[in-house]
């Protein structure tokens, strides 16, 4: 899977099905060159521009529950299930 087949994907938080929005960036381990992390652009890119909301979320490889041909499940938040 390429870096542009991710960035189409929307990330859904499975504690409260919600749309975090979608990966923008990747974060890597310097050493091993393992993916560390992926970076979430907030939902609107147009309101990030006028209002300044929602700033990045880096949500931890470790936290990626599964990853579909159209979406990635992730489960961060209060405790796991």
Not at 3 to 22: A, E, P, T, Y
Not at 37 to 61: C, D, K, Q, Y
Not at 67 to 80: C, M, N, Y
């Amino acid at each position: 899977m390429t870096f542009s087949d991710l960035k189409c994907k929307d990330v859904i938080n499975i504690k409260d099905c919600k749309c975090m929005g979608r990966i923008c960036d990747l974060e890597f381990d310097d050493c091993s060159g393992h993916i560390k992390a992926i970076i979430v652009g907030n939902r609107s890119m147009f309101n990030s521009f006028l209002f300044h909301s929602e700033p990045e979320t880096v949500i931890p490889w470790r936290d990626i529950v599964k990853i579909g041909p159209d979406i990635v499940l992730v489960e961060i938040g209060k405790g796991r299930l």
